[in-house]
């Protein structure tokens, strides 16, 4: 269920306040790089994701959004063990995982396959902001891409994230094909934690 707050993330979202949205990470020991809509394979030097702008856009040719009927697993190798599938719950306050790439669970320490978008480390800053950005990508029927760096005590350096909206019959979104790129691990600066058991988001 969406939250007040929330509702403000959506709005700063589909209007891209850009300043608004890095003080929401800031005010939280995190920094928000990087928040484009609609990105082009230009906005990052990583391999796969360059690989997936190009393939959802590829796919789509003329039309707003691809279905999500014509995404193979075959045409996915490239990016297997860091797909995200995500099918879209309440008008895109929520969404079920469908597929949970390998590589990504092995980054969160555990599977999200069949969880739910709001089970996510118990609803705190990130899941609000990424659940509300996927709200707002339903809304405005893009893709987007971001970078953000967590607080010091998460023990990975940075995500790079990507979410492309796949559509129904009905032409509405129904399902996110996204991928996300963890950084490089970094020891928490909280003295005392565990290296076994890390915050990763």
């Not at 003329?62 to 999500?68: C, G, H, Q, V, W």
């Not at 879209?88 to 555990?110: H, I, P, Q, S």
């Not at 396959?113 to 705190?124: C, W, Y």
């Amino acid at each position: 269920m969406q939250t007040s707050e929330m509702e403000q993330l959506v709005a700063d979202l589909l209007d891209d306040r850009q300043p608004i949205l890095k003080d929401y990470f800031a005010a939280r020991g995190a920094r928000l790089e990087t928040l484009v809509w609609s990105p082009t394979s230009a906005v990052t030097d990583h391999d796969v994701l360059r690989f997936l702008i190009g393939y959802w856009d590829r796919l789509r040719g003329e039309a707003t959004l691809p279905l999500a009927s014509a995404v193979t697993p075959f045409d996915l190798k490239p990016a297997l063990g860091h797909i995200v599938l995500i099918d879209v719950l309440d008008d895109g306050w929520n969404g079920r995982f469908r597929v949970y790439g390998t590589k990504v669970a092995e980054t969160y320490g555990r599977d999200m396959t069949g969880r739910l978008l709001s089970d996510i480390d118990g609803g705190n800053y990130v899941s609000i902001f990424f659940r509300s950005l996927y709200r707002a990508a339903c809304l405005r029927q893009a893709s987007y891409y971001s970078h953000h760096f967590p607080p010091a005590h998460v023990a990975v350096e940075s995500w790079q994230r990507l979410a492309l909206p796949l559509a129904g019959p009905d032409g509405k979104v129904c399902r996110f094909l996204a991928c996300n790129i963890a950084g490089p691990w970094r020891p928490p600066l909280r003295p005392g934690t565990s290296t076994t058991a890390r915050t990763v988001l």
